[in-house]
């Protein structure tokens, strides 16, 4: 399996048939054949499946920054040179060489079987939003490269600008939708293999790892609204406590093997388990509603909230990597 260290995507694993078909002699029960038929169809669809939600994956990860951070940045430096009178000094467009790569991931998937409507439904627009971003994208692109601004004082980013935004925030809006399904879809998947690995084994510690993890990250889903993890605090502090037990469990199972165990994977677990538990103690002691009230106006960008929640991130990304090494 494989996991994005950005976006933390797994790929389901590409299962081999569940029973390979031998040459049958004539005196081969026909209801065998029949079962071994059904198992053989079965496993093959199951693959289809798999093959195209990978490829969904493949394209979410194939991303540079997303499209919502593509538009912080251009309203934040763009936007005011854009709108002021005097001539543009400079004028930049970032992932413009990702839009139609992810177009046609996109595309590629959808026209893939079996039908998939929990990602189907939003990669769809998302596609469409991306194929009207895509003109204006690569018409900026160039302007911006050749440097058109020095020559024409920024009139034609004056033109486009609106059109181009515009297209933009709808692509935002889709690739949002389109990322909830896909976290949505992956955590089903994760939480499908940990629940049919044999209970008390190593492989069931270690799915449980990634499973409990994302559980986890998805309850931070709503972190740095000023208050921490709010209502999500208790779910949140389950999931990270079953990572540990993941972790402790896992360790265990790998020293009845080898006694020195598996330290630099735990070094990672505890790392996340630690920062997750510091976030628990800052929501419910107020900590985070405490500094957003002290922070003064210029100082909006800076804050502890906006430091665990990246480290959370970059902490459980650790915790994946550990495990794609697979050096225990």
């Not at 399996?1 to 569940?18: C, E, N, P, W």
Request: hydrophobic share 40%.
């Amino acid at each position: 399996m494989m996991f994005s260290l950005h976006r933390t995507f797994r790929q389901a694993l590409v299962l081999g048939l569940v029973c390979m078909l031998a040459a049958c002699g004539d005196d081969k029960p026909k209801a065998e054949d029949s079962a071994q038929s059904a198992k053989a169809q079965a496993a093959s669809a199951e693959q289809a499946q798999i093959l195209k939600f990978n490829q969904y994956v493949d394209t979410a990860n194939g991303l540079g920054d997303s499209f919502s951070e593509v538009l912080e940045r251009y309203t934040k430096y763009n936007v005011k040179a854009v709108e002021a009178k005097g001539p543009i000094k400079n004028f930049t467009i970032q992932n413009d060489i990702y839009v139609d790569r992810t177009k046609a991931g996109l595309e590629k998937a959808l026209a893939m079987q079996p039908a998939m409507p929990a990602l189907d439904g939003p990669a769809k627009p998302f596609a469409e939003a991306l194929g009207k971003l895509s003109p204006l994208s690569h018409d900026l692109q160039n302007y911006s490269e050749s440097k058109g601004y020095l020559a024409d004082d920024g009139a034609k980013a004056r033109e486009l600008n609106a059109a181009y935004v515009a297209a933009l925030t709808e692509v935002v809006k889709q690739e949002d939708a389109f990322f909830s399904g896909l976290s949505e879809q992956d955590l089903q998947n994760t939480k499908t293999a940990f629940e049919s690995a044999k209970k008390d084994s190593a492989a069931y510690y270690r799915i449980g790892l990634v499973y409990w993890g994302k559980a986890a990250q998805a309850q931070a889903g709503t972190f740095m609204a000023g208050e921490g993890l709010g209502e999500h605090v208790q779910g949140f502090k389950d999931a990270v406590n079953l990572v540990n037990d993941m972790g402790q469990g896992y360790d265990k199972k790998v020293r009845e093997q080898n006694q020195k165990g598996c330290p630099s994977l735990m070094m990672q677990v505890n790392a996340y388990v630690g920062v997750g538990r510091t976030v628990v103690k800052r929501t419910e002691d107020g900590f985070y509603v405490k500094e957003a009230k002290d922070r003064s106006p210029y100082m909006q960008h800076m804050s502890s909230e906006r430091d665990d929640i990246r480290t959370l991130r970059q902490n459980f990304n650790n915790v994946v990597n550990a495990l794609n090494i697979q050096t225990c």
